[in-house]
């Protein structure tokens, strides 16, 4: 292995840090010794309408997976991240909102919020939501957007937020999963200059039969396109919240009650509802952002993610607004109207801490000093990389380039599941090394394990496994509390299993390496090869199909798609151009593949299981290290792929 290069904790930021490591040391040690007693103080952050008595009842144990914690306080979400911030702070600014065009923006208060969250949870209300529905939220990157979501908040409703960019087809399995009564967009999104059909995509959604919960569509205008109408089904938000009262007292919910549901690929089947509640949520993402940020009083924040994600749902709104943060919520993309773009936002609006994803980074990086030409970037005092793992020579051109060796950058390790962050350093307290995620935060007992479960110790490789549960753990998928079971505690009975591998260095830090199960990161973005290899196979000329996932310079992953052709069908380029549209189509422009591989046969063994991993080892080139193929029904198949593999375009 290359020397690893260390960037101890910097004299300027150690200063004024939150911690230091002797004082992470103590905190992570009473964490795990006494976590009763940890998470009691540390719950305390937020305000409880009813205080808790109770702090963890979690279980672990095979056939009895129950997670809860603050069990019976009582509190609202939204008048953590809003009300109690009115007294100090009503005045300022909760959300800065930068358009897609760099010359629209604007800035909303504490007040503001506030005041447009009851307008618009009355709205709600109005149309007939009530405590524990579920609300669809598939909208662009709009101040109402996280309106929306609060709103659900204060009146109890339970909030699905579907990313904007998924396809109708994706959209609806969410909805009739979920049975959402009632879906928020918009009329068009604006990204990078182009227009994207929201309500169109709702539309065709609700076209599908299998749709039959949802009883209205609520159309915030952002880009006045045209769009069609459903006199009895769908109704304009300035006209609604126009009419509709300032005053709505939030509802008093369990810590246990449902937040949120949010759906996320595994590597089986189609996505996971994942479900978080309240209480645990709030002081877990609260916490973790003022820890993770070094956040103090003042600071201008921007993380670059979309609210259809979690990494936009923890740090974008809830963990920031939690704390009385200003947030930046973007409606673009990076790069658009040149690629200078969040160079120039974080100038003009003195960004103090950003946090984006290692492909933002290795695309600026692949455009050299244009990413900052014209820029300062002074206002930066903190960096953070989240979604995949952050190769060292992007982590160290972040450094170099974008935070001017001045920035410690926090690479943030964790899933849509955990809802917050688990793994990260923290500016005062941790050493870093650039691909390293480093240590785990409060309460946090990360394990690496062998095949077979047995826990292993020193440095080593393994799988990542966390041995006990902390407050922001998902509870269960909505709906298929067998699959909760399954799918995380049944890999190594007696821990969360991540689904990553992972390797411990002689400090004891964790280095991700990647998913060992057979989802994709492209770009940041999770994804089942099931679900991508099941759209192929709809296509009427389709007969069979197998995705992987092959390295990618910006993407991170990228994906290579083996499909075989129904009897009678011929490869042609045009049949090549239609099957990635419909991919696009079938799930969105993200799950496009990159490489479309024509394969007269897959390898399979005798009882017909496809044997992947050799076909990652052809589509990477790699087929001198191929292993053992004599377990394969026909091990002819192979010299033809790889004979096949010369010709993929
Ligand atoms: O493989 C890990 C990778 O992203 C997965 C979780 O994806 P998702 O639920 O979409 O959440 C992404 C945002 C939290 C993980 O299983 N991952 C996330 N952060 C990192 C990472 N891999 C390496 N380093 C990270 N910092």
């Given at each position: 292995m290359s020397e690893v290069k260390v960037h101890p904790v910097k004299a300027h930021i150690a200063q004024n840090a939150l911690l230091d490591d002797t004082g992470y040391q103590a905190m992570y040690r009473q964490s795990i010794d006494n976590p009763d007693a940890f998470w009691g103080e540390q719950g305390k952050q937020i305000?409880?309408?009813?205080?808790?008595?109770?702090?963890?009842?979690?279980?672990?144990?095979p056939g009895h997976i129950s997670i809860k914690w603050f069990e019976d306080g009582t509190l609202n979400l939204s008048a953590n991240c809003i009300d109690r911030h009115l007294a100090t702070r009503a005045d300022e600014?909760?959300?800065?909102?930068?358009?897609?065009?760099p010359d629209e923006d604007k800035k909303v208060s504490y007040r503001e919020l506030h005041e447009q969250v009851c307008r618009f949870a009355?709205?709600?209300?109005?149309?007939?939501?009530?405590?524990?529905?579920?609300?669809g939220i598939y909208m662009p990157m709009v101040v109402e957007a996280a309106v929306a979501m609060l709103a659900c908040a204060r009146i109890g409703a339970v909030h699905s937020v579907v990313f904007g960019g998924f396809s109708p087809d994706a959209l609806a399995s969410r909805i009739i999963d979920s049975r959402t009564k009632v879906v928020i967009t918009a009329d068009e999104g604006l990204r990078g200059g182009r227009r994207v059909a929201l309500k169109a995509n709702v539309d065709a959604a609700l076209a599908?039969?299998?749709?039959?919960?949802v009883e209205k569509v609520i159309v915030y205008r952002?880009?006045?396109?045209?769009?069609?109408?459903?006199?009895?089904?769908?109704?304009?938000?300035?006209?609604?919240?126009?009419?509709?009262?300032?005053?709505?007292?939030?509802?008093?919910?369990?810590a246990e009650d449902p937040l949120f549901i949010l759906y996320t690929s595994g590597s089986t089947g189609t996505p996971k509802g994942v479900l978080h509640t309240t209480g645990g949520y709030l002081v877990y993402a609260a916490m973790t952002f003022k820890y993770v940020f070094d956040y103090h009083d003042g600071d201008i924040y921007w993380c670059t993610a979309d609210v259809g994600w979690i990494t936009g749902h923890s740090y974008l709104l809830y963990g920031p607004l939690a704390n009385g943060a200003t947030t930046l919520l973007f409606e673009g993309v990076p790069n658009y109207p040149k690629t200078n773009r969040m160079a120039q936002i974080v100038d003009k609006h003195q960004v103090n801490i950003l946090y984006t994803a290692p492909t933002a980074i290795r695309a600026f990086m692949a455009k050299g000093d244009e990413a900052v030409e014209g820029t300062s970037r002074?206002?930066?005092?903190?960096?953070?990389?989240?979604?995949?793992?952050?190769?060292?020579?992007?982590?160290?051109?972040?450094?170099?380039?974008?935070?001017d060796e001045r920035c410690p950058i926090v690479d943030t390790w964790w899933q849509t599941e955990t809802g917050g962050i688990l793994i990260t350093p923290l500016p005062g307290a941790t050493d870093l090394k650039p691909g390293s995620a480093t240590r785990p935060f409060f309460g946090v007992q990360p394990a690496l394990v062998d095949g077979e479960g047995k826990v292993l110790e020193g440095a080593t490789d393994g799988n990542l496994v966390i041995l006990d549960s902390w407050p922001g753990q998902m509870r269960t998928v909505f709906g298929d509390h067998d699959r909760f079971e399954q799918t995380y505690f049944s890999t190594f009975p007696g821990t969360y299993f991540t689904g990553d591998g992972a390797r411990r260095d002689e400090?004891?830090?964790?280095?991700?390496?990647?998913?060992?199960?057979?989802?994709?990161?492209?770009?940041?973005?999770?994804?089942?090869?099931?679900?991508?290899?099941?759209?192929?196979?709809?296509?009427?000329?389709?007969?069979?199909?197998?995705?992987?996932?092959?390295?990618?310079?910006?993407?991170?992953?990228?994906?290579?798609?083996y499909v075989t052709l129904n009897a009678?069908?011929?490869?042609?380029?045009?049949?090549?151009?239609?099957v990635k549209d419909w991919v696009r189509k079938e799930i969105g422009p993200i799950a496009t593949p990159d490489v479309i591989h024509w394969a007269e046969g897959l390898p399979k063994t005798r009882s017909g299981k496809i044997m992947r991993r050799i076909l990652r080892k052809i589509a990477t080139g790699e087929t001198d290290s191929l292993g053992d193929t004599s377990t394969l029904a026909d091990p002819a198949v192979v010299d033809r792929l790889i004979e096949e593999r010369s010709r993929v375009a």
């Open positions: 305000d409880w309408i009813k205080p808790y008595t109770k702090v963890k009842n979690t279980s672990y144990d600014t909760a959300i800065i909102w930068e358009g897609d065009s009355n709205v709600l209300k109005a149309q007939g939501v009530a405590k524990g529905d579920v609300v599908n039969p299998r749709v039959d919960s952002r880009t006045g396109g045209d769009i069609a109408w459903h006199e009895q089904r769908d109704l304009w938000w300035h006209e609604a919240a126009a009419s509709a009262s300032a005053d709505c007292p939030p509802a008093e919910m369990n002074s206002s930066l005092r903190i960096m953070g990389s989240v979604g995949e793992p952050i190769n060292p020579e992007a982590w160290e051109w972040y450094y170099r380039v974008i935070g400090d004891g830090y964790y280095w991700i390496t990647g998913r060992v199960d057979d989802v994709l990161n492209v770009s940041g973005h999770r994804m089942g090869t099931a679900e991508i290899e099941s759209a192929l196979v709809a296509h009427p000329k389709i007969a069979e199909a197998a995705v992987v996932g092959v390295p990618h310079e910006i993407k991170g992953q990228g994906i290579y798609a009678g069908e011929v490869p042609s380029a045009e049949l090549h151009k239609e």
